[in-house]
Nanobody, 120 residues
Framework: QVQLVESGGGLVQAGGSLRLSCIAP????????MHWYRQAPGKQRELVAR???????NYANSVKGRFTISRDNAKNMVYLQMNSLKPEDTAVYYC??????????????WGQGTQVTVSL
């Protein structure tokens, strides 16, 4: 079973920062887009950001200018730096690997998720 492992979630006050990390097996990481999704209570899972193997990035409009996705190909790691956090960023954040269409459909490879809670 391929496993992606997230870390770095927690509780932070509004305006604060967190950095999420995700490590993936080499066989998955090196050939794939890496994604961060999130799911808030009662809401559908949504794309936060994705990064191609070559470094191209895409962001949800709601996080542009506040979040930055990056990857370290030598360490098989992908990161999500989250600044200026808002209460509406509260969600479980998931790391995923795979082609964008596959991952959007719930396929590909997924981690177990890490909780991010932003308080007022």
């Amino acid at each position: 079973q391929v496993q992606l492992v997230e870390s770095g979630g927690g509780l932070v006050q509004a305006g604060g920062s967190l950095r999420l990390s995700c490590i993936a097996p080499t066989s998955i990481f090196s050939i794939n887009f890496m994604h961060w999704y999130r799911q808030a209570p009662g809401k559908q899972r949504e794309l936060v950001a994705r990064i191609a193997s070559g470094g191209q990035t895409n962001y949800a409009n709601s996080v542009k200018g506040r979040f930055t996705i990056s990857r370290d190909n030598a360490k098989n790691m992908v990161y999500l730096q989250m600044n200026s956090l808002k209460p509406e960023d509260t969600a479980v954040y998931y790391c995923a690997a795979g082609r964008p269409g596959e991952v959007a459909a719930g396929m590909g490879y997924w981690g177990q998720g890490t909780q991010v809670t932003v308080s007022l």
